[in-house]
């Protein structure tokens, strides 16, 4: 999976399932803000991810995601070392 | 000094329609909301029998924090209280200046509970269940969910009474405005129709095996019926005290007048002619009047051989002289559970309000005992000022209201 493909992925499912305006996605903003994610929405995140990717997040990981640029390179980070492993 | 307590707002969801004018329409008309599952011979039922029940769509209605704790029981109950809040003149604006409170009767939430234990069995995650799964799974998934999206703020409470759920949440919201302890408060009762809601059920062989011709099935009190067929949805039923419906201008539909209710004390699956009577009993002392003064009774025959049977000898030991007219919604709705004692107020309020008596279709045969009540098998015309409905459910707990027209 390219890293644009995983890009693609994640939008489409905020877009899907965190009911974001696409345009709202800019790589740059601050994705709990602009997403309004309270700590319940964050155990969806971490299902959403798994059901898409096939990797858990551990809580510790967010403590670094501030905007969707550091979320899709942790994702492609992630995606990179299972392809690996 | 007691407060009169009457009914503001009806809302449905069920197999006979989504409104209240779909629901009218199929009761008049006597139609059959029953059909087949085929997943349900799949998973090795011996009825593939059932209510035909349409899940909501809420996405564009409710948000994702509203819509994801929502239980298959809870989206009903949802919907049936959007309806029930529009038709008692309840914006959301008035509800979160005032102490509303919510009871609704809810026995299960089978689906959201096997779908989170598989996910724990297959992922060895609980992370990966999700954040509504609680929300989904506990048996107050109606009152937790509907209090939060509605910012109701009086009592806050799930009944679960099996198949008396819906009815005892009725009494007991009237008990509470009638001695004063709230002013308005949401009652009504939820079920979900899902195959897993259903199997032990199945299992008892309750459930009518009569599936080349799902609109027969269900007979209550005829001599040939052979089971119940399960079914759901959500039925609520807003409930005030009547000086608080005057001040705000509310339409009062229909004034609760009596609750009876009583334990068996007897057998966990079996009917008790006894118990029955004692809450019919309870209801007409509550009431102050008469059995003479009933025109119209509900009645809960479900279709099983000796429930019904032993509701029609309770039945005639009490309305033998008066004999008033008498059918049982299940032949079209099947049985409802949780839900039946809040939807069979709604359909009977329905009658009452547009002067019919719905039919109990498919009575062609009475036996023994339906031969001595007064059953409706074809829709009749007929003005309805007071009229009485039963609920029963295992474990012997019985519950009857009385509706009285507001004249």
Redesign the interface.
């Known amino acids: 999976m390219t890293q644009e493909e995983i890009i693609e992925k994640i939008n489409a499912f905020l877009v899907d ?3 974001v305006d696409a345009e709202k996605i800019i790589p740059t903003s601050n994705l709990r803000e602009t997403l309004e994610l ?1 700590s ?2 964050y ?2 995140l ?2 959403i991810i ?1 059901s898409n990717f096939g990797f ?1 997040v551990v809580a510790e990981d967010f403590i670094n995601i501030h905007t969707f640029q550091d979320f899709y390179d942790y994702v492609n980070r992630k995606v990179a070392e299972k392809a690996t492993a | 000094m007691h407060n009169r307590v009457v009914i503001t707002g009806l809302g449905i969801w069920s197999c006979l329609g989504k409104s209240l004018e779909e629901v009218k329409d199929s009761l008049y008309a006597g139609k059959s909301g029953i059909g087949m599952d085929m997943e349900r011979k799949e998973w090795g039922y011996r009825s593939g029998l059932t209510g035909i029940v349409q899940r909501p769509e809420l996405k564009g209605i409710l ?3 509203a819509r ?1 704790g929502l239980s298959e029981e809870a989206e009903y109950a949802y919907m049936a209280t959007l309806e029930a809040m529009k038709n008692a003149k309840m914006d959301m604006s008035w509800v979160e200046k005032n102490e509303v409170g919510i009871l609704y009767g809810n026995d299960s939430s089978a689906k959201a509970v096997s779908e989170a234990i598989d996910t724990i069995r297959l ?1 060895k ?1 609980t ?6 799964s609680i929300f989904q799974s506990m048996n107050c998934t109606v009152t937790m969910n509907l209090s939060t999206i509605f910012k109701l703020k009086g009592i806050n409470f799930t009944i679960s009474a099996a198949c008396a759920s819906g009815s005892h949440a009725i009494g007991l919201g009237y008990l509470m405005i009638k001695w004063g302890l709230q002013k308005h408060i949401i009652c009504g009762g939820a079920q979900e129709v899902n195959p897993f809601a259903f199997g032990s059920f199945d299992g008892l062989s309750a459930f009518s095996v009569r599936e080349n011709d799902p609109a027969k099935a269900s007979r209550p009190f005829d001599k040939d019926r052979d089971g119940l067929i399960p079914s759901g949805g959500a039925a609520t039923v807003i409930i005030e005290s009547y000086e608080s419906a005057m001040e705000r201008g509310a339409p009062i539909l229909a004034e609760i007048v009596g609750y009876g209710f009583s334990s068996n004390g007897e057998h966990i699956s079996n009917s008790s002619v006894d118990g029955q009577i004692r809450s019919l009993n309870m209801a007409l002392k509550d009431a102050g009047i008469e059995a003479g003064s009933i025109d119209y009774i509900n009645a809960h025959a479900t279709s099983t051989p000796g429930g019904d049977f032993a509701e029609a000898q309770a039945i005639d030991a009490v309305f033998g002289e008066s004999k008033p007219m008498v059918s049982s919604t299940k032949s079209m709705t099947g049985h409802e559970c949780w839900m039946a004692g809040a939807s069979e107020i709604v359909y009977s309020t329905l009658m009452m309000q547009n002067n019919f008596v719905a039919p109990n279709i498919n009575f062609e045969n009475p036996d023994e005992a339906s031969a001595k009540l007064n059953i409706v098998s074809k829709t009749t015309e007929k003005n309805i000022d007071v009229f009485l409905s039963n609920s029963f459910g295992f474990g012997g707990t019985n519950s009857s209201l009385i509706i009285k027209k507001i004249k």
């Open positions: 399932e965190f009911e309270d319940l929405d155990v969806d971490v299902v798994e858990k | 948000d994702r924090r994801v992922k995650d992370t990966l269940l999700g954040s509504g």
